[in-house]
Structure formats: structure tokens, C-alpha cells
């Protein structure tokens, strides 16, 4: 039998095994400590459904754009031994010019400000 296919069968039981006992095993031993929504040790003053802010949304937005900057950028020093460097350079100055102008639109429209 081909090892990859020999594998994928061996993954697959796995996984089936795995899931059933995941929804299987939970359910021996039920508690009103495990039935209640909240786990903190208190019981509930108010109600759950807090409106969100907005902020921590944008801040979470602009965090993750600002990684995948650090993430698209990090090989820049292995992409100058290519044979066209002037090509990656652009690119690479293409990106931080376009992030560049996201967050300073970001800054003038008011969106890093906390408070209102």
C-alpha cells in the first residue's frame, strides 16, 4: 500500500476517534458548575450583552494590518541577493508608502483617537 495514502487513512480514523470522544466524554458527568454560562464563580449581576466598542475593533484592525506589514516585509535582506533587486525594493517601497498613507488617513480622519 502507498505510504501517503497509508497515512491519510491513519490520520482520518484518528481524527474520526478523536472527535467522537471530544462529544462523547463531556457527557458522563454533568454539574450545575459545568451547565452555567459563567465560570468566574459568581453568579451573573447583568446582562451579557455589552455593546462593543468600536475602538478596540479599529485598534484590533490596525494591529493585524501592521503585522502583515512586518510579515511581508521580513524577507526584504534574503530578497536582495536576487538577480533583480531593483524589482523587490519597489515592491517593498511600494507597500510601506501604501501603509504609509493608510495610517496617516487613519490619523486625520480621528480613528486613533480613544476618546470621543
Not at 462593543?52 to 536582495?80: C, M, N, R
Amino acid at each position: 500500500m502507498n505510504p501517503i495514502i497509508s497515512t491519510l487513512i491513519v490520520a482520518a480514523v484518528l481524527s474520526l476517534v478523536l472527535i467522537t470522544a471530544s462529544f462523547w466524554l463531556p457527557l458522563f458527568n454533568l454539574s450545575s458548575e459545568k451547565l452555567s454560562p459563567y465560570e468566574c464563580g459568581f453568579d451573573p449581576l447583568g446582562s451579557a450583552r455589552l455593546p462593543f466598542s468600536l475602538h478596540f475593533f479599529l485598534v484590533a484592525i490596525l494591529f493585524l494590518l501592521f503585522d502583515l506589514e512586518i510579515a511581508l516585509l521580513l524577507p526584504l535582506p534574503w530578497g536582495t541577493q536576487l538577480p533583480n533587486v531593483l524589482n523587490t525594493l519597489s515592491w517593498a517601497i511600494s507597500i510601506i508608502i501604501l501603509l504609509t498613507l493608510g495610517l496617516a488617513y487613519e490619523w486625520t480622519q480621528g480613528g486613533l483617537e480613544w476618546a470621543e
